[in-house]
Nanobody, 125 residues
C-alpha cells in the first residue's frame, strides 16, 4: 500500500502562486495514476487535476485550467500541483490521491482508494 503525504500549503495573496507536493512511500509512484482534489467545509471534495503514470496524460477541472499544472517526478516519488493566479475561491484543503485500476487517470473521487492527509491552502483577497 502506498502512503501519501502532502506538503507546501500555506497562505498566499490573490494573484500569487503556490506549489503543493505529494510524496509517496511504500510503493513505486510510477504504478499509480495520481490526482489532486480539494475540499472546503460543508462541501463535497472536488476534482482539481489528474495525471497518468508516465505524466503524458493530464486532466484539469475547468475552474483551474490554465492556472494550475499537475506534474510528477517518478524518480523522486513525488507529484506536484503548481498553482498560479490564485483566487480566494481556491481556498481549500488539497488532497492527493492514487489509484491503479484504470489505464488513464480518473476524474472521479470514488475511483481513488488511497489518500493523503491534506494540506491547507488559503488565498486572501
Amino acid at each position: 500500500q502506498v502512503r501519501l503525504v502532502e506538503s507546501g500549503g500555506g497562505l498566499v495573496q490573490a494573484g500569487g502562486s503556490l506549489r503543493v507536493s505529494c510524496a509517496a512511500s511504500g510503493r513505486t509512484l510510477g504504478m499509480y495514476n495520481m490526482a489532486w482534489f480539494r475540499q472546503v467545509p460543508g462541501k463535497e471534495r472536488e476534482f482539481v487535476a489528474a495525471i497518468g503514470r508516465s505524466g503524458s496524460t493530464t486532466y484539469y477541472a475547468d475552474s483551474v485550467k490554465g492556472r494550475f499544472t499537475i506534474s510528477r517526478d517518478n524518480a523522486k516519488n513525488t507529484v506536484y500541483l503548481q498553482m498560479n493566479s490564485l483566487k480566494p475561491e481556491d481556498t481549500a484543503v488539497y488532497y492527493c490521491a492514487a489509484e491503479t485500476r484504470w489505464s488513464i487517470p480518473s476524474r472521479l473521487l470514488n475511483d481513488y482508494g488511497t489518500w493523503g492527509q491534506g494540506t491547507q491552502v488559503t488565498v486572501s483577497s
